[in-house]
């Protein structure tokens, strides 16, 4: 894990599959890999890709058999 997060570093694949995890985590308390491939509308592989990079960088945490959120340093307005 970097100590620095850089929100610029993440692909638009990463931030679809960063924007799942936030609304499956707020809405079920933590992101199963399946609901992450219908909320998201990326394939399978996309998504285990982008978690792992996810991970990597600290934006995602796993839990149990899903995913949550990390630390994050930024904010996403709608």
């Keep these: ?4 997060h850089d929100v610029q570093a993440l692909s638009d694949v ?7 995890v936030a609304s499956l985590a707020v809405e079920h308390g933590m ?6 491939v219908r909320a ?5 592989e996309q998504v285990r ?3 792992k990079h996810l991970i990597e960088h600290g934006y995602v945490v796993p839990r149990q058999d899903g995913y949550a959120l ?4 930024f ?4």
Aim: no cysteine; net charge negative.
């Design 1 to 4: 894990m970097t100590e620095s």
């Design 14 to 20: 990463d931030i679809y599959v960063y924007e799942a």
């Design 31 to 36: 992101a199963v890999p399946a609901a992450l």
């Design 40 to 44: 998201s509308g990326l394939t399978e």
């Design 49 to 51: 890709e982008s978690l």
């Design 70 to 73: 990390g630390a994050h340093t």
């Design 75 to 78: 904010e996403v307005e709608y």
